[in-house]
């Protein structure tokens, strides 16, 4: 069993940036594989970042170059800097885990309950 709490999510201005955390506890972290998703109102939940075998990081092409996934072993805690955020990043942003590399980035078995992210204009 994983368990994830997000935090850091906020109002912010177009242009801005965000880090957001994942806390992470439950004996199965360390062998987990970890990826962030969101959603945003009226649209399916999407994927946006996850590590892959070997510490590789893959990213969707909406975020690639301008959102960064970071993971500190030492804490539990996996991150997602986000910079030069847009209105369309506006979504509510879960943690995700799962102990196969292939499937946390298509239907992960552990979720966040979800930290909400608003870039404004």
């Known amino acids: 069993q994983v368990q994830l709490v997000e935090s850091g999510g906020g109002l912010v201005q177009a242009g801005g940036s965000l880090r957001l955390s994942c806390a992470a506890s439950g004996r199965t972290f360390l062998r987990s594989f970890m990826a962030w998703f969101r959603q945003a109102p009226g649209k399916e939940r999407e994927f946006v970042a996850a590590?892959?075998?070997?510490?590789?990081?893959y990213y969707s092409d909406s975020v690639k170059g301008r959102f960064t996934m970071s993971r500190d072993n030492a804490n539990n805690t996996v991150y997602l800097q986000m910079t030069s955020l847009k209105p369309e990043d506006t979504a509510l942003y879960y943690c995700a885990a799962d102990p196969d590399w292939r499937r946390v980035r298509i239907k992960p078995t552990y979720w966040g309950q979800g930290t909400q992210v608003t870039v404004s204009s």
């Open positions: 590590f892959s075998r070997r510490d590789a990081i």
